[in-house]
């Protein structure tokens, strides 16, 4: 893994909040970072340059999902369905408020 990988910090996290010891999945983790981290900044905004770096909450929220995906990631269903844990949707909207507050105050002082 090259750590100059933007998901490379958060790897060896993820892997923390797996349990894994190994490098066997390191390519679905990565994988799967990646996923999370599009998809939490797609439901935030993307309009402020450098807000996810260095961000507890969203690297938080990355975790979460991803731990939530690798433990759900059976190929075969039947029916059953594994909701994605509240804390999510909370670091989500805590990450919004914040979100907003700084595009506001970013408009504010170009106006």
Same mark, same amino acid.
């Given at each position: 893994?090259?750590? !100059? +990988?933007?998901?490379?910090?958060?790897? &060896?996290?993820? %892997?923390?909040?797996?349990?894994?010891? /190994?490098?066997? =999945?390191?390519?679905?983790?990565?994988?799967?970072?990646?996923?999370?981290? !599009? +998809?939490?900044?797609?439901?935030?905004? &993307?309009?402020? %340059?450098?807000?996810?770096?260095?961000? /507890?909450?969203? =690297?938080?929220?990355?975790?979460?999902?991803?731990?939530?995906?690798?433990?759900?990631?059976?190929?075969?269903?039947?029916?059953?369905?594994?909701?994605?844990?509240?804390?999510?949707?909370?670091?989500?909207?805590?990450?919004?408020?914040?979100?907003?507050?700084?595009?506001?105050?970013?408009?504010?002082?170009?106006?």
């Amino acid at each position: 893994m090259d750590e !100059k +990988d933007p998901t490379y910090p958060l790897l &060896e996290k993820v %892997k923390l909040s797996l349990r894994l010891d /190994d490098d066997e =999945d390191d390519n679905l983790v990565t994988s799967l970072i990646r996923a999370a981290q !599009k +998809d939490i900044k797609s439901q935030v905004g &993307e309009q402020i %340059k450098g807000f996810f770096d260095n961000n /507890d909450v969203f =690297d938080a929220a990355v975790i979460l999902e991803v731990t939530h995906l690798y433990n759900h990631r059976d190929a075969v269903s039947e029916q059953q369905t594994y909701e994605v844990p509240m804390a999510l949707y909370s670091l989500i909207n805590s990450m919004k408020d914040d979100y907003r507050y700084q595009l506001e105050k970013q408009n504010n002082t170009t106006e």
